[in-house]
């Protein structure tokens, strides 16, 4: 039985003989693209301009028509592509133009395991349509697609992913400072405080001299910098927090007011959350997991059984912030089945069974927090907020 969003074959039967198939290796400075036409036994390759698109869909168009003079009726084009530093526009792009656009996990694609193999953007197109013809073809095992979000579900993810680069330049910004002053003998200056600019031009060297003027001129321009990027965090926060009290209906800032109602999450995690992995589509949990990199990865050969830690293919902010989340959970929902089961299974205290076992809470946590807000189904034993 087919399974709902299953990405990892095509479900539409493929007749050949009426299909144009075409895949494209994309770079900043080129687009190769090649293909397979019914009735012509070349496979043709064109190398293209990144922009205009028009070019890439006037190709396509042409190939039609010489698929057409060959006595085929082209009655579908599918085009793929690797996901990479262009997204999904171009996918969204010729969707709305005729054209079947599917986007290629470069993972999911068998690559030889030479030491020294030769590659170039010809032998890519080779393995690309090798492997999305496998895809069409209804087989398992060749490629894998990605999901192709809308422009509204990418834009929800801007502001939580600008906020975490934001954080990242603060603290940046304050070990900096903090090096500069431990440099000089300074250590119990902190940058973050409210009165810290008026009180740089008051501290003193251990030897009691002033700080000289130009490590002095650079503490000022970082903490003016410092400033500036606390200022457009708060700015950020304040513009989420002014959705979710505008629109507390739409499906995802739903999902956002209920799962921060589970005492331990807050809103910041809860909207990473939502518009990460929450509000997708997932198949069933393995899905859920799977998509974090929460899944272990097996080395088995013969008599050798050993695993090789987390896979780490899913998602890496949605990863960090579990298993984050995990920690702050065995804090104040002591008393839930998780930490408890948890708790029975870490009793040796060995830091190595932690640290282990944190992974696998993240998760049960999860997929029970999936379960949570998509079906309603509760959280033996945790502690919710009174919903407002």
Request: proline share 5%; glycine share 6%; with cysteine.
């Amino acid at each position: 039985m087919p399974q709902p969003n299953d990405l990892s074959r095509s479900l539409v039967a493929l007749d050949q003989d009426n299909t144009i198939i075409a895949v494209v290796e994309m770079s900043q400075s080129s687009w190769l693209v090649a293909g397979m036409l019914p009735g012509i036994e070349r496979h043709p390759r064109k190398k293209l301009e990144p922009s205009p698109p028009e070019r890439l869909l006037g190709l396509l168009h042409r190939w039609r028509d010489e698929a057409a003079k060959a006595g085929r009726k082209i009655t579908r084009i599918a085009l793929a592509f690797e996901a990479g530093r262009d997204g999904f526009w171009l996918a969204r792009w010729l969707k709305a133009r005729g054209v079947e656009a599917h986007v290629i996990h470069p993972s999911s694609v068998a690559v030889s395991r030479e030491h020294r193999r030769a590659k170039t953007d010809r032998l890519d197109t080779e393995l690309l349509k090798r492997g999305f013809l496998g895809w069409l073809r209804g087989e398992r095992g060749h490629c894998t697609m990605a999901r192709i979000p809308t422009i509204a579900e990418e834009d929800a993810k801007r502001p939580n992913r600008e906020r975490e680069c934001l954080v990242r330049e603060r603290l940046r910004i304050v070990n900096r400072m903090k090096a500069t002053l431990a440099r000089l003998g300074i250590r119990n200056f902190k940058p973050t405080l409210r009165k810290a600019a008026e009180r740089l031009a008051t501290v003193h060297t251990p030897e009691g001299s002033a700080l000289p003027p130009n490590a002095l001129a650079e503490l000022q321009r970082d903490m003016a910098r410092l400033g500036f990027v606390i200022s457009q965090i708060k700015e950020i926060e304040e513009a989420r927090q002014k959705r979710l009290e505008q629109e507390p209906q739409t499906e995802p800032h739903a999902m956002v007011r209920h799962l921060a109602r589970v005492v331990g999450v807050g809103v910041e995690t809860a909207d990473m959350l939502v518009n990460e992995v929450l509000s997708r589509p997932m198949r069933d949990r393995k899905a859920v997991a799977r998509y974090a990199g929460l899944t272990g990865s097996p080395d088995e050969s013969g008599a050798k059984r050993r695993e090789q830690g987390l896979a780490r293919a899913g998602n890496a902010r949605v990863r960090r912030g579990m298993i984050q989340l995990a920690w702050r959970f065995l804090r104040f929902q002591k008393e839930s089945a998780l930490a408890r089961w948890y708790q029975a299974r870490t009793a040796d205290s060995r830091s190595g069974t932690r640290k282990t076992m944190i992974v696998a809470l993240a998760r049960k946590l999860l997929i029970a927090l999936w379960r949570f807000v998509t079906t309603g189904e509760t959280l033996e034993g945790v502690i919710l907020r009174p919903a407002s």
